[in-house]
């Protein structure tokens, strides 16, 4: 190293799929972020769980450990870098770090959803960084975007495309018309998909996601826990074959509207206007559209997971932190301010238009039947399609969308429906949302 640069002391908590790009771009490229910065970055130690485990990477021996204090007493590290995931030990970890005087990044969502104020205002007392650009959309940057660029504005809505994983599935269904387990096996196959990609499909890793970026951007808590979701698994080819039909397509959409009765955060598959930019975002791109007072709407694209992406967002926010602990720490600007205590509201206060398909008897008036169901509850019809009859099965596939509704008359409609003889199934219901861009 040269005696001419100064140095900062890294450590890394995980070696994993993300730890071993950001451990690769510094004991390999340190070339590249020296040329950057001005400032040697010095990679001390690693904490694994097993350090005999077989590596992508070849890392010198004497920088693996397994013994967490390697790193978060070592005084030569003034940076560490979380990459373990999940809340424990992560959290025991990063309050250990900032609390001896360490500056932190992460890319644990997890960590950040449902801890991030406790640790903004533990970094803030302790006059540390916190960073973690990485946990929200990889390699697209939005925390800075909205605590800084942005921090003028007052925002209004989210929406946004935040998982990778099933925006792919959804792309195969539709681009391909592939069946919803065959657009799995497909992202496994080509590693868009961890073996346990529960948390992707169910919707609760956008939603982890979303519970971040709102609460920066409202400035007021949103508990992840309050944020309500749903996934992808209902979705079939023919739902988009309709939605094309109607001119929509349909996507993972995770919403956040600050709204005069309180803050209202839901992540569910939604019909969208097949012209808007977010119906084009295709693969495993994510794409967040932020609505600010000042600015209007702007949109971030990129790719949201990833080893390299997240890589880039890591090693943005160590160059950032790098140059502050030259400067004199500026880290006052950097910390998110969450001074907002707003009400929650919950899905059965949302308005929207709904998509519905359903199988039923393929005989005459059970339209009107159906009609007369959906007028009980003051749902009003904004059209219909019937196509395909089963003829050996007589029955018929409807799809019907409605005008604006509330949330709690389509539950109240649906409870009634099911029980209609001649309903055989409502297999799927879809919320549309008319974007504006
Ligand atoms: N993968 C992505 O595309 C992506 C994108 C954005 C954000 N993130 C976030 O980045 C973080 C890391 O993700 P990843 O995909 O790299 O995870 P990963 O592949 O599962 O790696 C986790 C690493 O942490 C180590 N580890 C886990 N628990 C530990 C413990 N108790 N003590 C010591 N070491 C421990 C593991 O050690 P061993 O190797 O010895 O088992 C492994 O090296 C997560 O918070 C994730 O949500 C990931």
């Known amino acids: 190293m040269s005696k001419d640069n100064p140095t900062i002391g ?17 004991l390999c490229h340190s070339e590249r972020l020296l040329s950057k910065a001005k400032i040697e970055f010095d990679l001390r130690q690693i904490l694994v769980r097993d350090i005999e ?34 809340i424990h030990p992560a959290i025991e970890y990063v309050r250990q770090a900032l609390c001896s005087g360490k500056d932190v990044i992460t890319a644990n969502k997890e960590l950040v959803a449902q801890k991030g104020p406790e640790l903004f205002e533990l970094a803030r007392k302790c006059g ?18 909205i605590t800084r660029d942005l921090q003028a504005n007052d925002f209004k809505s989210i929406h946004a495309i935040l998982n990778g994983t099933t925006n792919f599935i959804i792309t195969s269904i539709e681009e391909k018309a592939m069946g919803f387990d065959e657009s799995l096996a497909l992202a496994r196959e080509l590693g868009f998909a961890e073996s346990d990609s529960s948390n992707d499909i169910s919707g609760l890793d956008a939603a982890n ?3 971040i970026i709102a609460t920066l951007a409202f400035r007021s808590y949103v508990d992840p826990a309050k944020v309500y979701f749903e996934g992808i698994q209902k979705l079939r080819s023919r739902d988009f074959l309709y939605a094309k039909e109607l001119g929509y397509g349909i996507k993972l959409l995770a919403t956040a509207e600050d709204r005069e009765d309180g803050i209202l955060v839901r992540v569910h598959p939604a019909l969208i206007p097949v012209s808007h930019l977010l119906a084009k975002v295709s693969g495993i791109y994510n794409a967040v559209q932020l609505y600010g007072s000042y600015s209007g709407n702007i949109v971030f694209h990129g790719q949201g997971a990833g080893r390299w992406p997240t890589t880039s967002a890591i090693l943005g926010e160590l160059l950032d932190v790098g140059q502050s602990i030259f400067t004199d720490h500026a880290f006052h600007s950097i910390l998110p301010v969450i001074d907002g205590n707003k009400p929650m509201r919950t899905i059965l206060d949302l308005e929207a238009s709904y998509y519905l398909r359903m199988t039923v008897s393929d005989k005459a008036g059970v339209f009107g039947q159906i009609a007369e169901i959906l007028g009980s509850v003051d749902i ?28 709690y008359q389509i539950q109240e409609s649906l409870a009634i429906l099911s029980d209609l003889s001649v309903v ?12 504006s861009s």
């Open 10 to 26: 890294v450590g890394l908590l995980g070696l994993g799929s993300i730890g071993i790009g950001v451990a690769e771009a510094l």
């Open 53 to 86: 485990k077989v590596r992508a990477i070849r890392i010198p021996s004497e920088i693996l450990t397994e013994n967490p204090s390697s790193v978060l007493s070592d005084p030569a590290i003034q940076v560490v870098i979380e990459l373990i995931g999940g």
């Open 128 to 145: 540390r960084n916190f960073r973690f650009d990485a946990a929200v959309c990889g390699g697209i940057p939005i925390i800075g975007p």
């Open 209 to 211: 996601k979303l519970a």
């Open 380 to 407: 009003s019809i904004a059209s219909v399609i019937q196509k395909d009859a089963d003829k050996e099965k007589g029955t018929a596939e409807i799809v019907i969308t409605t005008h604006p509704s509330r949330e």
């Open 424 to 435: 055989s199934t409502v297999n799927n219901v879809i919320r549309i949302e008319e974007l």
